[in-house]
């Protein structure tokens, strides 16, 4: 099979390109390795910036209609403290990963995109000049520009010899949806903070067939945490609970669903190169912002949209080069998020923690607007 631009993995950066190109008039593939609708470890905030790509892709009411929560409101609790309230500078919406990647690939669709689900790619080889050939288990295809939309972790970083797939993960991520009374949870992220890590609660939609919304639990952390719970997540949270009454209160009257917590693979935090051997990247494949910021799934969306562009200048012949002109287009999307994102960091994660209950309703109100865009 042919496409004139392939791209490797259909969830939110790379559908947002395929839907870009396609309604640019090129003949692009998504090859995903996954089948949707899945569930994906996420804190399900999205940022308000995506919202009018989300209105121009057609997906944004379905998902409102489909009960995605507005949030406009914050609280932030160290274990054993008391937590601070603010409300946030903006509003976000908070919804399940199954219902978002699907719509956003349905959306890429029908604007002309390819896409086979359940096609995980082994092999990458070619260059711009000559053309890439990529593998599956399954097929073999073609194609002029190969983009690499495979989020933050992929064999296919270590074949491509990517610096940070070598060095060992020093964060890892967890994520559970809960069920039950959640009225307290109404129009709010709850953000706790505990020794190694973080996790965040926000009501999302309800279930398909039901009416009372679910609560995504979604955790960053690090490997030392699920060694001392002795990788069980569950007893994990068991733990949490009780050293935090804050946490216990949140999860008052929500039930775990059945089975055991999706766990990610590592989390390497940070800004990386667009390209490498003339493949370029988007999304979190780019760059993996904190997940504390609450933009890294709006981030992906513009990244795709962004990296339409200069795809389309290269495939009309424009002259230029393809990799310089993708990494200045996606920099000036980043501004100053990855700094931002990183300079905050201690007070969740390092010594400045104790710091983050008296302070926490400014600082977190700044640390929004500063690793948003229109603060860069
Ligand atoms: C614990 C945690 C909590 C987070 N919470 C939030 C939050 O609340 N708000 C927010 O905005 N962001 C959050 N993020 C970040 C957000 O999840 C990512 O920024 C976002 O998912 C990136 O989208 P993406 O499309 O680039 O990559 P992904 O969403 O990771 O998608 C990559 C896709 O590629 C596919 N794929 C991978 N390898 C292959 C292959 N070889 N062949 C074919 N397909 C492949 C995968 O199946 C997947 O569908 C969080 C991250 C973590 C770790």
Not at 148 to 174: I, K
Request: include cysteine; charged fraction near 25%.
């Amino acid at each position: 099979m042919r496409a004139e631009v392939l791209v490797v993995g259909g969830s939110l950066s790379g559908a947002s390109l395929a839907a870009s190109l396609a309604r640019a008039g090129v003949d692009v593939l998504v090859l995903e390795k996954a089948r949707f609708p899945r569930e994906k470890i996420c804190g399900e905030f999205l940022s308000h910036e995506a919202l009018p790509l989300l209105d121009r892709l057609g997906v944004l009411d379905g998902l409102r209609a489909r009960g995605a929560e507005r949030i406009s409101g914050f609280r932030v609790a160290r274990a054993g403290g008391t937590p601070a309230a603010g409300r946030l500078p903006f509003e976000v919406l908070s919804v399940s990963r199954a219902l978002l990647d699907t719509a956003l690939a349905e959306a890429a669709e029908k604007a002309g995109a390819r896409f086979v689900f359940g096609s995980p790619v082994t092999g990458l080889e070619g260059s711009l000049a000559e053309g890439f050939r990529v593998t599956t288990p399954k097929s073999a295809f073609e194609a002029r520009v190969v983009v690499g939309a495979w989020g933050r972790y992929s064999p296919l970083d270590g074949r491509l010899g990517r610096a940070f797939y070598a060095t060992p993960a020093p964060l890892f991520g967890f994520k559970k949806h809960l069920r039950g009374a959640s009225a307290h949870l109404k129009d709010t992220v709850a953000l706790h903070v505990f020794a190694g890590g973080y996790l965040g609660l926000s009501r999302i939609e309800p279930a398909e067939g039901e009416k009372e919304p679910r609560v995504n639990l979604g955790a960053l952390a690090t490997p030392e945490v699920a060694t001392r719970a002795h990788h069980n997540l569950d007893e994990l949270l068991d733990d949490l609970v009780a050293r935090s009454p804050a946490l216990a209160r949140d999860l008052e009257g929500l039930q775990r669903e059945p089975g055991p917590p999706l766990v990610s693979e590592p989390v390497h935090l940070g800004a990386r190169d667009a390209s490498e051997r003339d493949v370029l990247f988007v999304g979190d494949a780019a760059g993996v912002l904190d997940p504390w910021t609450g933009t890294g799934m709006a981030h992906a969306l513009l990244s795709g949209e962004a990296a339409a562009e200069p795809v389309t200048a290269f495939l009309a012949g424009r002259p230029g080069d393809l990799p310089a002109e993708h990494g200045r287009a996606q920099r000036r999307l980043a501004g100053s998020r990855f700094f931002w994102s990183r300079a905050f960091r201690p007070f969740l994660m390092g010594r400045a923690a104790r710091f983050v209950v008296p302070a926490a309703a400014p600082l977190a109100t700044l640390a929004a607007r500063l690793t948003r865009p229109s603060a860069s």
